[in-house]
């Protein structure tokens, strides 16, 4: 994920008007400060504690932060501890279709009027004073899991919950998840290029905000890294007194036809192939793993987490679209995939399942956000592909238009042009194609929520 808040597409996919909803109370937030990214700690700070501390009364929480992976490693993990019988939170972000999906309760995803309600408290506790969309939004979630833990029921029921997992929206030491004194439980993710202009224009730099969730004392299992990444995160540990617990010194993993093999201090076994496609989530299922047999007081059995690798759901991460209008037009022998990276490292990884997609060509149709590097992300793609069609992503102000990011494929090398729509892109593909193939729309999670919501 990648994947800070955005105020812009905060009303994107919203069920149809009422009086009223939460559309009309998110897009009001997002006037209370003029910057849709503005990393601090003071603004929620002072808005939660107007609330009463919710932070305070969370049940366990695994934080996670890292550059790719957040979210799938959030749904693996979901999985194995609901196959465990745990009662599971989880906060996520961006949403792919209604704001919705960020909060979610234990049991299931919260309602509009739960969230009417908690926007509105929050609303009123800050007053006009300035804060951030994610911020504000952030506080919101953590009144909705404090509640549900206490078994209130407005937040979601009376059975409380056991486990919150809580992702951050962007960076680490200043994201406004990072309120927690002793989180049970962090998770430092794969580290690479994203962001660059709220985190630094290195690894290392990077690397130092994503550190910043590490606390004294809580253990944090550490995923794949580059060697300078890694080597930053090492010193902030010894810095604060975190344990941690290092893919390839303390666990590790090996890719195999029918799975992989996983390893740490309690021994080697085998675990299934994941749910999710792709060579890159068979290390985010190995990473969930590692967390999982690091979970002090929860005992989840090799059972629980291989039915969790098995059965971990995430939409807009290569995911194959089988309904909906888009799907409905493609002629017999194709098929139609979307998915979301929008990095360098996420091309590459996409790129590593595409190698394998050798029964026909593969058309691309992308679209990007203008403080994205297309190239970097396209760049491992071109090799691949037969031809791209670019797009505006509807609705983002923030979109490169069809015709920059047609230029911006052609400088990395592939066969771009542009077009009005996505429709409109499958059908010019449809055209001149000579045989079936695949054709993948990706560059882009907000244009992936926009596809989801018309055909998924």
Known sequence: MTSGPDGAAAARGAPPPSTPTSDAVLERL?????????????????????????????????????????????????????????????????????????????????????????????????????????EVTTAAAFLAFAEEAEGKEGAGGKEGADILLLETGLGGRLDATNVLDKPLLTAITPIGLDHQQYLGDTLAAIAGE????????????????????????????????????????????APGPEGFQFEDANGVRRCPQPNLPGPHQ?????????????????????????????????PGRLQRLTRGPLAEDLPPG????????????????????????HDGPLHLIYGMLNTKGAEGFLGPLAPLAKDLKAVAIPGEKASLSAEDAAARATRAGLDATPAAAVADALQAILRSAEAPGRILICGSLYLAGQVLRDNG
């Open 334 to 357: 194709w098929e139609l995939w979307l998915d979301g990276g929008h990095n360098p490292d996420a091309g590459a990884a996409l790129a590593e399942t595409l190698k394998t997609w």
């Open 210 to 253: 994503k550190a910043g969730i590490l606390k004294p004392g809580v253990p944090c299992v550490v995923g794949p890294q580059p060697d300078e990444a890694l080597a930053v995160i090492e010193t902030a540990a010894e810095r604060v007194g975190a344990p941690l617990h290092r893919h390839g010194q303390d666990w590790r993993f």
């Open 30 to 134: 997002t006037r209370l400060h003029p910057k849709i990214i503005d990393l601090s700690l003071g603004r929620v700070e002072r808005l939660l504690e107007r609330l009463g501390h919710p932070e305070r009364r969370l049940p366990p929480v695994i934080h996670v932060a890292g550059t790719n992976g957040k979210g799938s490693l959030l749904a693996f993990l979901r999985a194995m501890l609901e196959a465990g019988g745990r009662r599971v939170q989880a906060y996520t972000s961006p949403h792919l279709v209604r704001f919705h999906e960020r909060i979610r309760l234990a049991g299931g995803l919260i309602d509009e009027a739960a969230l009417i309600a908690l926007l509105e408290r929050c609303e009123e506790a800050n007053g006009p004073e300035p804060i951030t969309f994610f």
């Open 282 to 314: 068979v290390a985010n299922a190995a990473l969930a793993v590692a967390c999982a047999r690091r979970l002090e007081g929860f005992d989840l059995g090799d059972d629980a987490i291989d039915r969790g690798v098995r059965s971990a759901d995430w």
